[in-house]
């Protein structure tokens, strides 16, 4: 509970991931220890539910190495490009990959951080496609940790040489995109960078419109922005 605290975890938030982690495996061993000399019941209970998570993490590591092309030995590519306001990464992939509005993925560049496998950064995916994409760009305000990291690392040019390109790997997408196209009034609220999460919803509401395959009619976009000039150049 206390490390749950909004506090802590702008502190540090791959502490409070990693320490709820250990904790979780913390616990499972001493229901382990606490099981191994009651009933057999339990102890099946224990295994299976330890089984079932050992087999979905292998299952998800083995679909994350084949998105990434690790068996091909063709790893993504992520070029940094700083921006007005913050800075741009666009991320390209070998093979494509269906983004819808609202997805995101976790994003790890082994260059900028020693513990890059200790780590998982989610960041919104602000370019979706109609169809199937082989390149992503995400949209990022530097904060502390990882981010300011990759904004020290960012330039203006949009990476010609190949020594801008660095390794990188993902998961994703994930998160389910909400369907906004079934409502005739949509209401969206952002603050800040966050009006990198809509962006992607308007193309979609828009594109839909012009198609005549959306029931929306009217759209209201309410964008709070302590400086307008910080934001003003990247949207």
């Known amino acids: 509970m206390v490390l749950s605290l909004r506090f802590i975890r702008k502190l540090s938030y791959e502490f409070f991931l990693r320490s709820h982690q250990a904790l979780a495996f913390l616990i499972e061993y001493v229901l382990w220890r606490h099981?191994?000399?009651k009933s057999l019941v339990n102890q099946i209970c224990l295994y299976v539910s330890a089984g079932i998570f050992g087999f979905t993490f292998v299952i998800q590591l083995f679909a994350s190495f084949y998105r990434n092309g690790v068996f091909?030995?063709?790893?993504?590519?992520?070029?940094?490009?700083?921006?007005?306001?913050?800075?741009?990464?666009?991320?390209?992939v070998h093979g494509k990959l269906k983004v819808n509005p609202g997805q995101y993925i976790n994003l790890w560049i082994p260059s900028v951080s020693f513990w890059f496998?200790?780590?998982?950064?989610?960041?919104?995916?602000?370019?979706?496609?109609?169809?199937?994409?082989?390149?992503?760009?995400?949209?990022?305000?530097?904060?502390?940790?990882?981010?300011?990291?990759?904004?020290r690392l960012a330039r203006y040019e949009s990476g010609s040489d190949w020594n801008d390109f660095r390794v990188a790997l993902f998961t994703g997408p994930h998160e389910a995109s909400a369907p906004l196209g079934e409502y005739e009034r949509v209401l969206m609220v952002a603050s800040g960078f966050g009006i990198t999460a809509q962006l992607p919803y308007l193309r979609q509401l828009i594109r839909d419109y012009n198609d005549f395959t959306t029931r929306t009619r009217r759209i209201r976009l309410v964008w709070q922005l302590e400086n307008i000039d910080k934001c003003a150049g990247r949207h």
């Open 35 to 37: 099981l191994s000399s």
């Open 117 to 151: 496998f200790l780590q998982s950064h989610p960041f919104i995916v602000a370019s979706c496609e109609e169809d199937e994409q082989t390149k992503l760009e995400l949209l990022i305000d530097s904060q502390k940790g990882f981010t300011s990291k990759l904004q």
């Open 72 to 92: 091909r030995r063709r790893l993504p590519r992520a070029v940094i490009i700083k921006t007005d306001g913050g800075f741009m990464i666009s991320l390209t």
